[in-house]
């Protein structure tokens, strides 16, 4: 399986301005890079328990910030496996509040200020829409036995086991630090689904957009449009399933290969990325293939295109570097 994958990712990036590097070492840590954005893909599964796909959740460093996009399932292990330490996290970007982008943002947060683990000194930053505030306070709330313990028993600094929330409600700048700006705009995750968010990083003439839960939308392609990476998500289910109301209710939230293929046709980033990657069935039916979903997308895109694993990076520069995953990378 792996062996299909990463051939199938070399034949989809041949001839672009992409080089790939399978089974490499991990690029250098963030603040060693020179004017380069590292995206690292440390989940792009779904609720569904599978040690190969984690929660979604992805790491972007530039600019010396190390910075977490969603915090699903297993967060903590692949940032430790992508060697950043969970001390050393500038923020965590929240795109809405469904259990699979939220469950290991305590795991995240507390193995953070444990010593020597992560040893955190400071706050946790948490950024998100509204009700971010409520998630973060409701945390340090359910856990303040273990904070207490810790600050008296390990002498953890009191600071380190805080979280602060940074809460916004419209379309725009939210951070904007030594020359990396992050920019939240909404999406459509559904009618009931609100308050839902995708994200844009800017760093030195590079981009990164990262599409959040959502339909097929027009804000993902202004914000996406001219980014070096845009990272969306994507969903499919066999034909013969694919009118079932249970089928039909997971559709009606999510971005079909078409669909997604139009964002990126529209948008034109020097690479499109597949991330978060729902793939449904039933009992007796198998789920869409990866190649499927290659096939169908290429029905509406004929431009670079990667399935994202976990562990999958991207460096980029003048060039994008496409590292499959790393050679460390342990299940």
Do not use: C
Not at 32 to 46: R, Y
């Amino acid at each position: 399986m792996k062996k299909k994958l990463l051939s199938m990712v070399s034949v989809l990036v041949a001839g672009v301005l992409l080089t790939q590097q399978a089974g490499a070492a991990p690029p250098p840590p963030a603040d060693d890079t020179q004017g380069e954005i590292v995206v690292t893909l440390l989940g792009t599964g779904t609720p569904l328990l599978l040690p190969s796909r984690y929660g979604n959740s992805t790491l972007v460093q530039a600019g010396g910030l190390n910075l977490v996009f969603d915090a699903g399932r297993g967060v903590a292990l692949r940032l430790a496996q992508a060697g950043v330490s969970l001390g050393k996290i500038d923020g965590v970007f929240l795109t809405h509040f469904h259990s699979d982008h939220l469950n290991g943002l305590a795991d995240l947060w507390m193995t953070g200020y444990i010593p020597p683990i992560g040893a955190r000194s400071e706050p946790l930053d948490v950024y998100g829409p509204e009700g971010t505030a409520h998630i973060v306070n409701g945390l340090m709330e359910t856990y303040s036995k273990d904070i207490s313990i810790r600050e008296a028993d390990e002498h953890v600094p009191v600071d380190g086991t805080k979280m602060i929330a940074h809460e916004f409600s419209k379309d725009g700048v939210i951070l904007d630090h030594d020359g990396v700006k992050v920019t939240a705009f909404e999406v459509n995750h559904g009618p009931l689904i609100k308050p839902s968010y995708g994200y844009r990083v800017d760093y030195a003439g590079h981009s990164v957009a990262i599409s959040g839960d959502t339909k097929y939308n027009p804000n993902v392609i202004k914000y996406g449009t001219g980014t070096d990476v845009l990272i969306h998500e994507v969903a499919a289910a066999p034909k013969s399933i694919e009118g079932t109301p249970m089928i039909q209710r997971v559709m009606d939230h999510h971005t079909d290969p078409e669909d997604a293929g139009r964002v990126f046709s529209q948008a034109k980033p020097r690479l499109a990325v597949y991330s978060h990657i729902v793939r449904l069935a039933r009992p007796g039916i198998a789920p869409v293939g990866i190649d499927e979903i290659v096939a169908r997308t290429r029905t509406t895109y004929s431009g670079p295109l990667v399935v994202g694993e976990d562990l999958t990076r991207f460096v980029i520069g003048k060039s994008i570097t496409v590292i499959p995953m790393y050679s460390d990378k342990k299940e």
